[in-house]
């Protein structure tokens, strides 16, 4: 699920993908392990040739790892099948020998096989999801894997008496623990960071900043210049023009630090409360000089949850600005941020005169569920501005309010250099767009994104389909 949703950016439709091909392979390999009953009078020496089988195939995936990163639709069919057919075979030879064991109590034994079986099916995934991948990397779990299904084949070639089919197989281990120490990592970055939420890999970007990553789609640059602007920073700077004193300011998607790392630079901010689900990003944030001041800026309040959960958990608190960076929103999960009932619940967290900005990463239905939930939204670049009053009118003075921004009481710009004036000047005169504004697509009128229709997932998806 990992390797398909990273090599895939993400969509929803990983799930469904690899429960198909995985059902298909346990069918497949069921079949398969029914005639090798019917035909093999040794199984405990099939099954030890299955596991074998079976470790070869997990291997496959750490000697082509690096072209698992690119691989299509159908490889990964390929693979999740195959490596789901050599263990499925398992579950009628373990049928078979069980019910010849105990000829008095055949019901028992099939009962106790199956109950093993729901057992170590959700014992796996609940200790692969929330502990092993925390504490490895992909790499490094196909490797285990492989070893673990050499060690039963060389327990299952020594039931048999075939002590030189058991002494090759136990010989290859060691092998793969040597693999398991090169961790060779899943692409070529900079930064590689994997935990259970994921993975982060950074890029070599220059004098532009370092290009961020999660699950291999795009998040972000390490970089907080104005005039540099690789990653569309103006769209934060200009809050500070559009309000006139933010005091709190909430963060939903932290990232790599640099929108919060502006934010604290902003004139009167007193608290930013900034959430990220990835507690990875803190590790990644401590590399950058550039960023790293926030993990110890006493106004800025990290939190490791997930944004709707937290903002449902702390309902009396209120801001007069929240920005959402948030990821594309065709991606798994992107309608709980984008919801015109998520929106409600961000909405009574803000005061009268606040101001919301997220992400739209150019779904013009995201900004016409930010108009059924806000007086006023425009777009600003790729960004939904929304609120309850038109934030426009504050652009008189925007410039000086951007002007006065600071870090460690250093002024962030200089007004003095062209550059830094000029830089300003363009943020402020960049247009904002209404709905009415934009060009509508030829096929269908823009709809709101709830949490039932979930339509920038799948109706309108990354496969495909026309915004």
Known sequence: MRLLSFSQHGIPQAFSLVLFFFLFGIALGAELGRRVCIRQKNLIFAAAWMLLLAAIVDGLIVVYWRRWATATVAEYALLIIGSSLCKSMLFPIVHHVGSAEHRQGLGRSVSLVYFSNIIGSTAGPMFTGFLFLDHVSLFQAFVLISAADLVLA?????????????????????????????????????????????????????????????????????????????????????????????????????????????????????????????????????????????????????????????????????????????????????????????????????NSDAIL????????????????????????????????????????????RIAMMKWNNTPVFNLSDRYDREAIYRTLTAPFTSIADATHPPDRPYEVITDQNMITEFKYGAWGYRE
């Open 154 to 350: 060389a327990a299952c070639f020594a039931k048999t008496g075939h002590r030189r089919s058991m002494i090759l197989t136990a010989a290859a281990v060691p092998l793969l623990f040597v693999c398991f120490e090169a961790n060779i990592p899943l692409v070529s970055a900079k930064h590689i960071l994997e935990n259970r939420h994921g993975i982060i890999h950074v890029g070599e970007g220059g004098i532009q900043g370092d290009i961020i990553f999660g699950g291999n789609v795009y998040d972000g640059r390490i970089n907080t210049s104005l005039t540099i602007n690789s990653n569309g920073i103006n769209r934060v700077y200009m809050l500070a023009a559009l309000h006139p004193a933010p005091k709190q300011v909430l963060v939903i998607g932290v990232s790599a630090g640099s929108w919060t790392r502006v934010l604290s630079g902003f004139p009167g901010v007193e608290r930013i409360d900034a959430i990220e689900i990835n507690p990875g990003y803190f590790e990644l944030i401590k590399n950058y000089p550039e960023v790293a001041d926030i993990l110890t800026d006493p106004k800025v309040h990290f939190f490791v949850d997930d944004g709707r959960r937290w903002l449902k958990r702390n309902p009396h608190r209120k801001y007069d600005l929240i920005v959402m960076n948030t990821t594309y929103h065709y991606r798994s999960y992107a309608s709980l941020l984008l919801s015109a009932q998520f929106l409600q619940i961000v909405r009574h967290h803000m």
């Open 357 to 400: 900005s997220f992400n739209t990463t150019g779904s013009m239905d995201a900004l016409k569920t930010a108009l059924t939930v806000f007086n006023y939204a425009f777009l600003y670049g790729n960004f939904a501005v929304a609120a309850d009053i038109d934030f426009r009118r504050n652009l008189a003075h925007g410039f000086d």
